[in-house]
């Protein structure tokens, strides 16, 4: 099936990129990807009606939910900074075009990715737009194929962010439960600093913060140093105090 809109060529510029799932516990993955599920949301905003059945055709009947909007100005009534999904945005919409759509998501912290919709001779508009964020671009008329492979990436995108957040969480508060001087000498294992180092800035003996580093490991549930500064560094947290 082919998305088409006046004559004209088919091309298509793919800019996403694949972002490897981080690790976390198997709960943790499993109740993630049940709201990741519940959560596959097209937002498509184009002016022509035609292409909204058609898009919305091809989308809904390979699992996801589809809300179809005529208006960059229909759109913004409904999204706000807890609106989930993707949004698809024609750049060539009457009134608020695309780019002002994708302006306006990003000054209300509508932080959702955006695939922009172009006819002939839009390209370097869709330029632009990826140039504000847009992670991709399909000029009409478009596959079926190459739509679904957008929307794709745009998933992989959202669920490599979420998996990552999780985690970030899951690391604070392990590292929160570390007593004070137990985090200073995560502070200096994380600067790189060895042991000897570390004794001295603490006005400690070595075999203390050795013992230290052991407390670490088995208080954040971990195996070895590696996975040690993983979690220090994937939490995110200022690691200085």
């Known amino acids: 099936?082919?998305?088409?809109?006046?004559?004209?060529?088919?091309?298509?510029?793919?800019v996403s990129e694949?972002?490897?799932?981080?690790?976390?516990s198997s709960s943790t993955a499993a109740e993630l990807k049940n709201a990741m599920d519940k959560n596959r949301t097209i937002h498509l905003?184009?002016?022509?009606?035609?292409v909204r059945r058609a898009v919305g055709f091809v989308l809904s009947t390979n699992g996801y939910s589809v809300q179809r909007y005529s208006s960059g100005t229909e759109f913004l009534k409904h999204a706000d900074p807890s609106t989930t999904g993707c949004a698809m945005l024609d750049i060539g919409l009457p009134g608020m075009d695309g780019l002002e759509v994708q302006a306006m998501m990003a000054k209300r912290g509508i932080a959702m990715p955006v695939i922009v919709l172009t006819g002939c001779g839009d390209v370097s508009i869709a330029v632009r737009a990826m140039k504000a964020g847009a992670i991709d671009f399909l000029e009409k008329p478009f596959s079926s194929a190459a739509l679904l492979q957008s929307v794709a990436g745009a998933f992989r995108r959202i669920d490599s962010f979420n998996l990552h957040t999780i985690?970030?969480?899951?690391?604070s508060v392990r590292i929160a439960a570390l007593t004070p001087r137990e985090r200073e000498v995560l502070a200096g294992l994380a600067n790189g600093f060895p042991s000897k180092k570390i004794a001295d800035m603490l006005r400690c003996s070595s075999r203390t913060v050795e013992v230290h580093r052991a407390n670490i490991t088995r208080k954040l549930g971990v195996r070895n140093h590696a996975e040690v500064l993983r979690l220090a560094f994937v939490s995110g947290i200022n690691l200085s105090k």
């Open 1 to 14: 099936m082919v998305i088409a809109a006046r004559a004209c060529r088919m091309v298509r510029v793919n």
């Open 18 to 24: 694949r972002f490897p799932l981080a690790r976390i």
């Open 45 to 50: 905003v184009d002016d022509d009606a035609a």
């Open 167 to 171: 985690e970030a969480a899951e690391a």
